[in-house]
């Protein structure tokens, strides 16, 4: 079994800026994919950011030259620092990471955070 733990978060002015972490624990497994997806209220869950064990990255047009994903694959995190925030960026950020365990993937997700960008 393997958790996510989402940190960051909160309220801020649009042009701030806010830095999301999520960490994984457990044992025997290993990382593949590594993503950001955020759901505004009424909306699906959609893809931000996303970064590979070779360290691709792929963005969402939206966010492109705005936020940037990082990972640390000793420590089995992931990051996206988010600036010039918009106030359409407002919503619950989720981190996904497609886990391999004992030949098999799976999928986790963290457990949300709220992020709010307004005057």
């Known amino acids: 079994q393997v958790q996510l733990v989402e940190s960051g978060g909160g309220l801020v002015q649009p042009g701030g800026s806010l830095r999301l972490s999520c960490a994984a624990s457990?044992?025997?497994?290993?990382?593949?994919?590594m993503g950001w997806y955020r759901q505004r209220p009424g909306n699906q869950r959609d893809l931000v950011a996303l970064t590979t064990r070779d360290g691709t990255t792929n963005y969402a047009d939206s966010v492109k030259g705005r936020f940037s994903i990082s990972r640390d694959n000793a420590k089995n995190t992931v990051s996206l620092q988010m600036d010039s925030l918009k106030p359409e960026d407002t919503g619950v950020y989720y981190c996904k990471m497609i886990v391999r365990i004992r030949g098999a993937n799976y999928q986790y997700w963290g457990q949300g955070t709220q992020v709010t960008v307004s005057s």
């Open positions: 457990g044992s025997s497994f290993s990382i593949n994919s």
